[in-house]
């Protein structure tokens, strides 16, 4: 090796474990699909992959941990929809939220579903829709923060329905979901990776998802434009990422393992139980996700400016 690096060739990588930073709570939907992942991506680079939830401020404090990190593929980060929401919602951030990452890859793209608390007296989105007209601020909605692929929905839902709840933010959906199961918040907009389990079980109510199309795998919850609301559409794609910098043959050998990882017979099946799916090979690329990110910065913000929802 000593030779090799004399000559200019890449250092061998990974050498010790590589940090997996999740911005939200252990036991939610992104931590569920990032410890998936590096289990799965542990095994082709031959070193633990850690996961390591940094929460907080609606992901931000999470994806700054990485844009800030040595840049060096020992600290990458697994982040949602909130990369393409946080530049314009954030108007002072202690990183850059757009340049401050290098993208390694697409991951998964993962429907949402309105679920609430299991005596909610109603049975279907229209009655939802009235009884958060009846309550105001009385009717309480839970979310991640702002950022979060959550209060992104529950901001859209408030708006369409035209009602005003108090919305109440956690450090992810995971402990939101506590709330909702203990029947102490209403109503919360989150991801089927962890919701599925849930609706299976009948311990929450599902009123629709915010999708064009019903969930293959949870096929009698109806859309919310079937459902009678019409006019806004979530889902939560996720990306990896690097901290700007990262050297290039560094990023690839990491782009080889999300790869690898999302090619994985175990993934496909576990997404699959939890209502997702991989992205195609073709989008777990750099290039593919740097145009996917870039253009959902663009879609978001004449949305987020029309909602007024910023963090300060
Ligand atoms: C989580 O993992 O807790 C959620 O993805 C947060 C959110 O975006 O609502």
């Known amino acids: 090796p000593r030779a090799a690096r004399a000559q200019g060739a890449t250092p061998a990588f990974p050498t010790r474990a590589i940090t997996l930073v999740i911005p939200f709570a252990a036991g939610g939907p ?15 680079l031959g070193q633990p992959v850690v996961v390591e939830n940094t929460t907080g401020a609606g992901g931000t404090l999470g994806a700054q941990r990485v844009a800030t990190a040595r840049p060096d593929g020992y600290t990458v980060l697994l982040h949602h929809i909130g990369m393409g929401v946080i530049p314009t919602m954030y108007r002072r951030l202690a990183y850059d939220p757009v340049n401050g990452f290098d993208p390694l890859g697409l991951v998964t793209e993962v429907p949402m579903t309105l679920v609430g608390r299991k005596d909610i007296p109603a049975s279907s989105l229209a009655d939802l829709v009235a009884f958060m007209r009846a309550q105001g601020d009385r009717f309480n909605l839970a979310d991640a923060g ?17 009602a005003r709840p108090t919305v109440i933010p956690f ?8 709330e909702i199961l203990g029947g102490r918040v209403d109503l919360l907009c989150d991801q089927t990776t962890q919701t599925t389990e849930y609706i299976r079980a009948g311990s929450v109510k599902v009123f629709a998802t915010p999708s064009r199309q019903r969930i293959a795998t949870l096929p009698d919850i109806p859309t919310t434009t079937e459902g009678g609301l019409p006019g806004f559409e979530v889902t939560v794609w996720h990306g990896l990422y690097a901290p700007r910098g990262t050297p290039a043959p560094v990023r690839a050998r990491l782009t080889g393992a999300l790869q690898a990882a999302l090619r994985e017979p175990k993934i496909v099946q576990r997404f699959a139980e939890i209502g997702t799916a991989p992205v195609s090979q073709a989008d777990a690329t750099p290039e593919a ?24």
């Open 30 to 44: 992104t931590d569920i699909v990032g410890r998936l992942l590096a289990e799965t991506m542990a095994q082709g």
């Open 146 to 162: 702002i950022g979060s692929s959550s209060a992104l929905c529950g901001a859209l839902l408030a708006r369409a329905v035209g």
């Open 171 to 178: 450090r992810g959906t995971g402990p939101a979901m506590q």
């Open 289 to 312: 996700h740097q145009r996917f990110w870039t253009a959902d910065i663009a879609k978001w913000k004449p949305v987020i400016e029309a909602a007024g929802t910023y963090a300060d």
